[in-house]
C-alpha cells in the first residue's frame, strides 16, 4: 500500500505553498518589519456595544450561533472576539450573557471570559452562571436566545460564530428590541441576512482578521497578512487560466 | 510546563489529522478514525458537564424566582423526556413518540416558520432606496423574485433569464469572492492554533 496519496498532490502544492507564505511573514515580522490592517467598523464598534450597554444598564448578549462546534476556525475566531468584549465588559462592571448549544463550546468560553475578567483586573466580576449550555437542538436553541433578547433586552447583541437557518430569527428579535447587533459568520447565505438586521456585519475574512486587529499581535498580523498574499496568488491563477482558457479552450490544466 | 503540554498536544493533533489526508496508507485511515472516536467520547462527557451546568442554572433561577416559569418548564422537559423513555420505550405508539410528535416537532416547527415572518420584516427594512447599491440591491431583488414565480413567466420569459444571470454572475462572483477570503481566513486560524500562535483557548493567553 503507497503511503503517498498521488491524488492529492494538488492540495499539497498549494498547503506548501501557504506554509512557505506564512512563515515568511512570521520572520519578516520578527526582523522587525511591520503590518498594519485596514479599519474594521464591526470589530471598530465593540466599544460603543459595549458603552452603550453599560450605559442603558442593560446586559450584553453574545451568541457562537448553533451551526458549529469547538474545532472549527469560525468559533476559534469568535472566542478571540469574545475574549475582547469580556475584558471591556468586566472594565465597565457590565453584564455578558453566553447562551451556546455544545458543552465543549461552554467550557472553552468559561475559560476564556474568565482569562479575559482577570486581565482587566476584575476577576470578581465574572459570573460563570451567564455562560451556559441551553440546547443542541437548532430551534430549542433559537427559541431560548429569543426568549432571552425579549426579556433582558440587551443593549448590544453579539452574532458571531457558525450559524444556519437561526441566524435571521436571532438577528431580527435583536433588532426589534432595538439592540446595537455586531455579526459575522462563514456561511454567504447568512451573511445576507445579517447584512439586512444587523448594524455591523464582518464579511469573509474580517472575522478571522478579528484577534490580531484586537490584540495588534505582531505573529497574528503577519498571519493576515500572510493570507492577503495567498490571495493575491490566487487572483493572479484566476486572471492566468482566464487568459489560458480564452486562448484554448480544450486546457484543462487549471481545473487541477 | 501549563502552556507548554497543551501547545505540544495541539500542534501533533493538528500535524497528524494534516499529514494523515495525503497518506493512503491503512494506518493513517485506523489515527484519523480513532481521533474522530475520541473525540466523540470526550463530547459525550462534556454533555454531561452542559446538562448538570442548566439543572444548576435552573434551579438556581426558580429559587432567585428569576424566569422561574421557563426554567420550571425546560426542567419539566429535560427530567420527562428520559423518564417516559425509560418507562415506555421508544418505539412507535410509546409516551416519548407522542410527546416528541405532539409537542417537541411542532414546537421546533413553529419557531421556523418564524422565518418567513422574519424574511418579510428584514427585506422590507434591507429594501429602501435610500443610496445607489441599496437601489440597484432593490432592482435585483424584484428581477430574481419575479423570475421565480410562474406567473411571471406567463408574461415574459426575460424575468426568468434575468433572475439566472444575476444569480449565476454578479451573485456568484461576489459569493466565491467571499468564499475565498473565509477559506484562506479558516486556513491561517487553523494554522495559527496548530503552530501555537493563537491562543486565546488556553484561558486567553495571546
Known amino acids: 500500500m503507497p503511503i503517498f496519496d498521488a491524488t492529492t498532490l494538488p492540495t499539497l502544492v498549494v498547503s506548501a505553498i501557504s506554509l512557505i507564505i506564512v512563515a515568511y511573514a512570521i520572520i519578516s515580522v520578527k526582523r522587525g518589519r511591520g503590518f498594519e490592517i485596514r479599519e474594521i467598523p464591526g470589530l471598530k464598534a465593540i466599544d460603543e456595544a459595549v458603552g452603550r450597554a453599560t450605559e442603558m444598564g442593560t446586559p450584553v448578549v453574545f451568541t457562537p450561533g448553533w451551526g458549529g462546534d469547538i474545532q472549527r476556525p469560525t468559533t476559534i475566531a469568535s472566542m478571540n472576539i469574545l475574549s475582547s468584549v469580556a475584558e471591556k465588559t468586566a472594565e465597565y462592571d457590565c453584564r455578558l450573557i453566553y447562551p451556546t448549544h455544545d458543552p465543549v463550546i461552554m467550557a472553552v468560553a468559561q475559560e476564556v471570559v474568565k482569562e479575559a475578567s482577570l486581565r482587566a483586573g476584575y476577576p470578581d466580576r465574572y459570573r460563570a452562571d451567564d455562560i451556559f449550555y441551553i440546547t443542541s437542538s437548532q430551534f430549542g436553541y433559537a427559541a431560548a436566545v429569543d426568549g432571552l433578547i425579549s426579556r433582558t433586552k440587551p443593549a448590544s447583541v453579539f452574532l458571531l460564530g457558525t450559524f444556519e437557518a437561526e441566524s435571521l430569527i436571532m438577528a431580527e428579535t435583536g433588532n426589534s428590541v432595538g439592540a446595537i447587533q455586531i455579526a459575522g459568520t462563514d456561511s454567504t447565505i447568512q451573511l445576507a441576512f445579517f447584512i439586512v438586521a444587523c448594524d455591523y456585519t464582518l464579511i469573509g475574512e474580517e472575522l478571522f482578521a478579528a484577534s490580531g486587529y484586537l490584540s495588534q499581535n505582531k505573529s497574528i498580523l503577519s498571519s493576515v497578512k500572510a493570507q492577503d498574499m495567498i490571495k493575491i496568488l490566487i487572483a493572479l491563477f484566476i486572471i492566468v487560466a482566464i487568459i489560458w482558457a480564452t486562448i484554448d479552450s480544450t486546457s484543462t490544466w487549471w481545473r487541477y | ?206
Not at chain 2, 114 to 135: C, E, K, N, Q, Y
Not at chain 2, 150 to 167: C, G, L, N, R, V
Request: net charge positive; glycine share 8%; hydrophobic share 55%.
Open chain 2, 1 to 206: 510546563m501549563r502552556t507548554k503540554i497543551p501547545l505540544a498536544i495541539c500542534f501533533l493533533s493538528g500535524a497528524i489529522m494534516f499529514l494523515q489526508y495525503f497518506s493512503r496508507h491503512p494506518m493513517a485511515k485506523t489515527v484519523y478514525s480513532g481521533i474522530l472516536d475520541w473525540w466523540q467520547i470526550i463530547f459525550a462527557f462534556t454533555l454531561f458537564v452542559g446538562v448538570a451546568a442548566f439543572i444548576k442554572n435552573g434551579v438556581k433561577s426558580i429559587s432567585r424566582r428569576n424566569d422561574a416559569p421557563y426554567k420550571a418548564v425546560s426542567l419539566a422537559g429535560l427530567l420527562l423526556m428520559p423518564i417516559l423513555a425509560l418507562i415506555g420505550g421508544v418505539k412507535f405508539g410509546s409516551p416519548f413518540l407522542w410527546v416528541f410528535d405532539n409537542m417537541q416537532a411542532p414546537m421546533q416547527s413553529t419557531v421556523f416558520s418564524l422565518l418567513a415572518f422574519f424574511v418579510a420584516s428584514a427585506s422590507f427594512r434591507g429594501f429602501r432606496a435610500r443610496t445607489i447599491p441599496a437601489a440597484i440591491l432593490l432592482v435585483s431583488a424584484v428581477f430574481v423574485l419575479l423570475g421565480r414565480i410562474p406567473i411571471a413567466d406567463y408574461i415574459t420569459q426575460s424575468f426568468s433569464s434575468a433572475a439566472f444571470w444575476i444569480q449565476d454572475y454578479p451573485s456568484m462572483a461576489a459569493r466565491r469572492a467571499i468564499l475565498i477570503g473565509i477559506g484562506l481566513g479558516s486556513m491561517t486560524t487553523a494554522l495559527r492554533v496548530i503552530l501555537g500562535i493563537e491562543r486565546t483557548y488556553l484561558q486567553g493567553e495571546r
